[in-house]
């Protein structure tokens, strides 16, 4: 089913789709593809109502003909009017109902179990909405791209350090780089620039402004560590969350991870040269696959494995 492939697509590569802007278009072509299987339902709905209208239907019928029988019964004085209703209500409504419960049970439970998990993501209210149409709209943006003190934690492993205290500050129209052995959360630091993580700062703010905030991460766990005393142990942070400044994405920028890494030496060439002119007046980062596609980058950041 295309629809369905399509979608399937779109949430495997929804990092993709997002960093290229393409939800609404994305949006757009999956329902033009649900054109086509909608009008098939539709036609298709006649097949399934007619066997449904046919088994309401015979429930009536059964109905009538036990009336017709007990009547039957009852005036030939076999069955008083008492034991005829009541063989009527344990046959054909009990049956009827104790049928229609047993058969719609299985699905109850799915449809509950969908529904919660349903409502449970439309009544999510992001941090940040970027679907919003209001608020102030810029027209001329100064690239400016910068880490300060920036900590981060995978939410499904907040006890391993992804990124501890990384500084990192890239210029207006400068093209910088980052290089390091695979695995020291190069991408990572890409991904926090395209807000795929969501960023809480509020705690460190108000212990900055408490002036406690140098005391606090000169402790053996930082914002982990535990207090005592009348405290009982109490944990100062309970949840580790990216820590990132809120100007860090009011910028315009270009972000490449790894560009050219699936192409051959020639089309590399192409390519890099096409990047090459396109840092130039903005904001640039990049992930290089070979240290040569780099060589006009501005200023250069090694990362280590931490």
């Given at each position: ?271 890099q040269k096409a990047l090459d002119a396109a840092v130039h007046g903005r904001t640039s980062l990049a992930i290089p696959y070979r240290l040569s596609t780099i060589q006009l980058a501005d200023i250069i950041f090694v990362i280590k494995r931490w």
């Amino acid at each position: 089913m295309p629809s369905l492939w399509r979608i399937c697509e779109g949430a495997d590569n929804i990092r993709t789709v997002a960093t290229l802007t393409c939800e609404n278009n994305f949006w757009e072509k999956y329902h033009n593809l649900l054109d086509e299987p909608i009008h098939k339902g539709f036609k298709n709905i006649l097949l399934v109502f007619i066997p449904f209208a046919f088994a309401n239907c015979a429930i009536f019928l059964v109905t009538a003909l036990a009336f017709w029988y007990g009547s039957k019964l009852f005036i030939d004085h076999e069955y008083d009017l008492k034991k005829m209703f009541t063989v009527y209500t344990a046959i054909i409504i009990g049956s009827t109902f104790t049928g229609r419960f047993f058969a719609y049970a299985p699905d109850i439970a799915k449809a509950t179990s969908a529904s919660d998990s349903i409502m449970s993501l439309l009544e999510h209210v992001p941090k940040i909405d970027t679907w919003h149409q209001d608020g102030e709209k810029i027209k001329i943006v100064k690239g400016h791209l910068k880490f300060s003190n920036v900590n981060f934690y995978y939410p499904t492993r907040i006890n391993v350090p992804v990124l501890q205290d990384l500084n990192l500050e890239v210029k207006p129209d400068q093209y910088a780089a980052l290089v390091g052995p695979s695995g020291c959360s190069k991408s990572t630091i890409i991904n926090l620039i395209e807000r795929f993580y969501q960023y809480s700062n509020d705690l460190e703010k108000v212990c900055q402004e408490a002036n406690i905030h140098d005391f606090i991460i000169g402790l053996p766990n930082g914002y982990d560590s535990y207090v005592g005393g009348k405290g009982i142990q109490l944990s100062v942070v309970k949840n580790n969350e990216l820590l990132l400044q809120e100007h860090l994405f009011e910028i315009q920028k270009l972000l490449f991870d790894e560009a050219t890494s699936a192409l051959d030496s020639e089309s590399e060439k192409v390519v890099q040269k096409a990047l090459d002119a396109a840092v130039h007046g903005r904001t640039s980062l990049a992930i290089p696959y070979r240290l040569s596609t780099i060589q006009l980058a501005d200023i250069i950041f090694v990362i280590k494995r931490w």
